[in-house]
């Protein structure tokens, strides 16, 4: 044998995308809070909501003004008061919509929010993003448009009046989309083994990559240890959402006998995932909490 139970002395780095701060939408510092009372208030003098720009191309300005009015019923509904005339004390609320293209069958709309206080300084801004069915988004649907506001109120209420908010998706599997980079049968075999090795900790491997998963990356680089035969292997495992934002990696690396990796990978890709394993699944529960 080659030696390779050694693996399992793979050095395991875990790097957590998110080790900073938390941005926290809508949640102002003290002094913010001090300057604009409104912002302790169960609503205050109520938001008035401006016409969403971006909204449904076909429908134009109706659509705009549309979704303005259900974002407006939608907060009501939470306790906020809200319309799409206000007074002169009103906080202002200013959406802007975007579309991001996907090339499945639903696509992506992310509406930047933007508060302001009655004099037109700006107070926070918050992000809200919904799949939708392209089609329906483009003509503005009322049925669309009611249920993307249904959808963003309860986050958009908490946060004007100061709650700290985090709208992240929810986390439901992992799926698994490729290895690449690996000498020999070592991209299917890692991917084959990584799989079989996450499922035994209990982690749901989605069949495809649907909304609410995360994806996993691998990948593999095999770099010579001069004037030693060796090759130093790095395995590196990324988490991501579907947007391409990282959660973060779980890195390995190791040396090996040059080239003994250019056929059959065997136990080796065993240790690797089992080695790997317990990362991945710390980077899919610390998703789940942000």
Known sequence: MLGFRSLLGLLIIVL????????????PADKDRAANPLLDLPGGEGVMVLPVTGTAPEAGQEAAIALARAIAKALNDQGLPASTTGNAASL??????????????????????????????????????WWVNRPHWERGTQETLAGMAAEAAPALARAIQGEPIRQVPVVDGLYIWSVDGAPGDGNVALKRMVEASLKERGLRIAEAMDEDALVLLGSVAIDPVPNRKQDKVTVRWSVIRLDG??????????????GALNGAWGQVAFLVAEAAADGIVQLVQEAGRR
Do not use: K, M, Y
Request: overall charge negative; aromatic content about 4%.
């Open 16 to 27: 957590l995308a998110a080790c900073q701060p938390l941005p926290q939408p809508f949640q």
């Open 245 to 258: 934002r990282e959660i973060g990696t779980v890195e390995q690396s190791n040396p090996v006998p040059a």
């Open 92 to 129: 202002i609320l200013r959406g802007e919509a975007e579309l991001q293209e996907r090339t499945d069958s639903r696509d992506r709309v992310r509406v930047g929010w933007t508060l302001f206080d009655a004099a037109g300084r700006e107070i926070q801004r918050h992000e809200s993003l």
